[in-house]
């Protein structure tokens, strides 16, 4: 039981870490909430983790139900979400913005970024999302999902922790170090979203001709 406590949590965390990428959000959050006092930015880094977490959480919960009603298989999924993954990966590697200009303006304007932009659709989007359903359709028991929890919990953590001591980060490694940072994690991301779109075709194949496998 235990076993599978662990597996989940660190499977978990170790699927969504690279994908909600809490180091490439920090210079992000700084810019969006570079008019505000420490005290009020420390609040939205909080709020911003429980955020993810809840918005996390509940497609975990929900995911087989969503699944369930779209008629839609774990294959499908796998390449869908391989897709998403890897179209992330790419602008992470080309060094494009996770916002766009409308996003990252509208962010700027409003008082509060901790739902949208900073969780949603930054931290805890599409390829998250479909990260966490995955891990929802493996699960079988209690235990499996609360191990999945607890991995997004772990997330939670560590987004705050990134977001909190994130300004000497940022004047350490400064927008170029950032910008080799991210894509070192964008070409291990890209690596993922092979794997789950080879996955999902095997899943796929193993459902539509079960013998050409054998």
Known sequence: MWQSLIFYT???LAGLFPIANPIGAVPIFYSLTAEDTPRYRLKQ?????FNVIGVLVAFLFLGKLILGFFGISLGVLRIAGGLI???TAWEMITARQRLTTEENQAGVDQEDVSFTPM????ISGPGAIG???SQATQATKWIDYLGCALGIGLLGGLIYLFLKLGEPLIEKLGKTGIGALNRILGFLILAIAVQLIANGTLELLKTAAPNLLK
Do not use: C, L
């Open 10 to 12: 660190f499977g978990t």
């Open 131 to 133: 990260v966490v359903i």
């Open 45 to 49: 880094a909080r709020k911003t983790a």
């Open 85 to 87: 993954v890897g179209h």
């Open 119 to 122: 969780a949603v659709p930054m």
